[in-house]
């Protein structure tokens, strides 16, 4: 099932915010008694296909998403992507090949970016899409899948703090979705009835944790809404985007006091992640 190996996929990016910036590229793990280093898929996809020689970057133009043309050495040069690499990838399979640029912005827990840009004409390409945060994975099948933890990472919580459930009926870990190029956009995998039951269960089981009412300084609790959150921006994303149909998900499960506030939070953020996201 294609949503189970979103889940899968969310955890390994996880091991990004776990192991630091520093970590990007490598992942150690344990195997017969030695440290074998595992590279990060994106960085795999980064590192492996075609790249364009810098001599040729002014050869290349760019049209961005705002109609303006730059070239590609502007583009790669520019002092806000200290951290730029680029790559040329058929992601959709029609002998066309995509010009692909990642980027890390910097910051505490933020924020890498990809741009997406499909070829118009000889030497000449055009912005199709923008992941931002979320330190999305390429696949090895050309599937992006993107994680909401950065998003969330602050939703009334430290970035760090996750809700603890250590029981047989813990919730199941959802907080990513798998985007697909085609035809010039990037587009949401839709969701099944077993993700949206396994969603629905979810919500039931974070409902009856205790409320744990917000310090008026610090507004963060254990991780409880953060997980309320990142369950409801994957409905919201996997189902349509239909914001009525996940309030009311969210109304009814949510039923603790401050209800109206969490909400508007919540819709704050995805109108938010729809100014930096092309999906």
């Given at each position: 099932m294609k949503q189970?190996?979103?889940?899968?996929?969310?955890?390994?990016?996880?091991?990004?915010?776990?192991?630091?910036r520093a970590q990007t590229d490598t992942v150690s793990h344990q195997r017969d008694s030695s440290v074998e280093a595992e590279t990060d898929p994106?960085?795999?996809?980064?590192?492996?296909?075609?790249?364009?020689?810098?001599?040729?970057w002014k050869k290349i133009?760019?049209?961005?998403?705002?109609?303006?043309?730059?070239?590609?050495?502007?583009?790669?040069?520019?002092?806000?992507?200290?951290?730029?690499?680029?790559?040329?990838?058929?992601?959709?399979?029609?002998?066309?090949?995509?010009?692909?640029?990642?980027?890390?912005?910097?910051?505490?827990?933020?924020?890498?970016?990809?741009?997406?840009?499909k070829n118009?004409?000889?030497?000449?390409?055009?912005?199709?899409?923008?992941?931002?945060?979320?330190?999305?994975?390429?696949?090895?099948?050309?599937?992006?899948?993107?994680?909401?933890?950065?998003?969330?990472?602050?939703?009334?919580?430290c970035y760090a703090c996750g809700l603890t459930d250590t029981t047989d009926e813990a919730p199941i870990d959802v907080k990513a979705i798998t985007l697909?190029?085609?035809?010039?956009?990037?587009?949401?995998?839709?969701?099944?009835?077993?993700?949206?039951?396994?969603?629905?269960?979810?919500?039931?089981?974070l409902s009856e944790h205790p409320y744990e009412k917000l310090d008026e300084e610090i507004p963060m609790d254990n991780g409880l809404r953060k997980e309320f959150a990142m369950n409801l921006a994957v409905f919201y994303y996997s189902f349509g985007k239909k914001l009525p149909e996940t309030q009311q998900?969210?109304?009814?499960?949510?039923?603790?006091p401050d209800a109206r506030k969490v909400w508007s939070a919540f819709v704050k953020q995805l109108q938010d992640m729809k100014k930096d996201n092309d999906f």
């Open positions: 189970a190996r979103i889940i899968v996929m969310a955890l390994s990016g996880m091991l990004f915010f776990l192991t630091g994106t960085t795999l996809f980064f590192q492996q296909n075609e790249k364009i020689a810098a001599g040729s133009s760019l049209l961005t998403k705002t109609r303006k043309t730059i070239l590609l050495s502007s583009f790669l040069n520019d002092p806000e992507k200290m951290y730029a690499d680029h790559v040329l990838a058929d992601l959709d399979n029609d002998g066309k090949k995509e010009l692909l640029v990642t980027n890390f912005t910097g910051g505490a827990h933020c924020c890498d970016e990809i741009y997406i840009f118009t004409a000889p030497n000449k390409y055009q912005h199709a899409a923008k992941v931002f945060a979320g330190h999305t994975l390429i696949t090895e099948k050309k599937e992006f899948v993107y994680t909401f933890y950065e998003q969330f990472g602050y939703f009334f919580t697909d190029y085609s035809k010039g956009k990037l587009l949401v995998s839709p969701g099944d009835q077993e993700l949206r039951s396994v969603i629905n269960d979810n919500l039931g089981k998900l969210f109304n009814k499960y949510y039923k603790f």
